[in-house]
C-alpha cells in the first residue's frame, strides 16, 4: 500500500515571499513522485516529477522540489512567488514493482494564497 | 488542441435519477481515469482502463459504472444517484498505462454534480 501526506492544507503568503509546501509518502516498493496544480475552476496539470537521478527536479513556472527518500519527503519550493502562483497544489506518489505498480495516489491538497 | 473534454460541466440532479457524464480524449490515450475530488481528500479513483474493453475498479468505485467501447471515449455512469455522490468529478487520460507514463496525466476541465 502507499499514501501521500500534505502537512498543509492551506498556505498564505506574500507575493515575492519564498514557499515550500511539504509532502511526505509511505510505499513498500520504488516510487515515482508527482506534483500538479490545479488553478482555480480547471483541471490538473502537472507541475513536475521526480522519476530517478538527481534528487532536485526542477519544473515549470520556476516550482522545484526535492526528493528525499530517507526522510520520505518530496516538498515543492519557489524562491519568489507571484499572484498567479494562487492555486491547489497536490503531490502524488506511484509506487512501481509489486501490486502498486502504476497506481497514482494523490494526497489531500494545500492551497497556496498568494497576496498582494 | 490535445484535450480531455468532459459534459455536463455542471448538474444538478435528484435522488435516483440516472445520469452519465462522457469524457472524450482525442490524444490516441490507452489509459483513462475517473477521479472525484472531495474537500480534505484530494482526489480518489474511481475506475480506470487500460485499454478498449479493459476496466478496473479504483478506489471508490461504489455506485459508478464505466464502460470503454472506444479509445477516445470513457463514460462514467451514476444508474441511481444519492446525495453522496455530490462531488467534483475529472476524467484523466495518459498515453501509455504501464510504468511512469502511466501517471503523467492529461485531465479535463471537471464536472460538478450536485444530487438532491
Known amino acids: 500500500a502507499q499514501s501521500v501526506t500534505q502537512l498543509d492544507s492551506q498556505v498564505p503568503v506574500f507575493e515575492e515571499a519564498p514557499v515550500e509546501l511539504r509532502c511526505n509518502y509511505s510505499?513498500?516498493?520504488?516510487?515515482?513522485l508527482f506534483w500538479y496544480v490545479q488553478y482555480p475552476n480547471q483541471g490538473l496539470q502537472l507541475l513536475l516529477k521526480y522519476l530517478s537521478g538527481s534528487t532536485l527536479v526542477k519544473g515549470i513556472n520556476g516550482f522545484e522540489a526535492e526528493f528525499n527518500k530517507s526522510q520520505t519527503s518530496f516538498h515543492l519550493r519557489k524562491p519568489s512567488v507571484h499572484i498567479s502562483d494562487t492555486a491547489e497544489y497536490f503531490c502524488?506518489?506511484?509506487?512501481?514493482?509489486?501490486?502498486?505498480?502504476?497506481?497514482?495516489?494523490f494526497g489531500q491538497g494545500t492551497i497556496l494564497t498568494v497576496h498582494p | 488542441e490535445a484535450q480531455v473534454t468532459q459534459n455536463p460541466r455542471y448538474l444538478i440532479t435528484v435522488t435516483g435519477k440516472k445520469l452519465t457524464v462522457t469524457c472524450s480524449q482525442n490524444?490516441?490515450?490507452?489509459?483513462m481515469s475517473w477521479y472525484r475530488q472531495d474537500p480534505g481528500l484530494g482526489l480518489r479513483q474511481i475506475y480506470y482502463s487500460m485499454n478498449v474493453e479493459v476496466t478496473d475498479k479504483g478506489d471508490v468505485p461504489e455506485g459508478y459504472k464505466v464502460s470503454r467501447k472506444e479509445k477516445r471515449n470513457f463514460p462514467l455512469i451514476l444508474e441511481s444517484p444519492s446525495p453522496n455522490q455530490t462531488s467534483l468529478y475529472f476524467c484523466a487520460s495518459s498515453l501509455t498505462p504501464q510504468g511512469y507514463g502511466a501517471n503523467v496525466l492529461t485531465f479535463g476541465a471537471g464536472s460538478r454534480l450536485t444530487v438532491l
Open positions: 510505499s513498500s516498493v520504488s516510487v515515482y
Open positions: 502524488a506518489v506511484s509506487g512501481h514493482g509489486g501490486t502498486s505498480y502504476g497506481k497514482l495516489t
Open positions: 490524444m490516441n490515450h490507452e489509459y
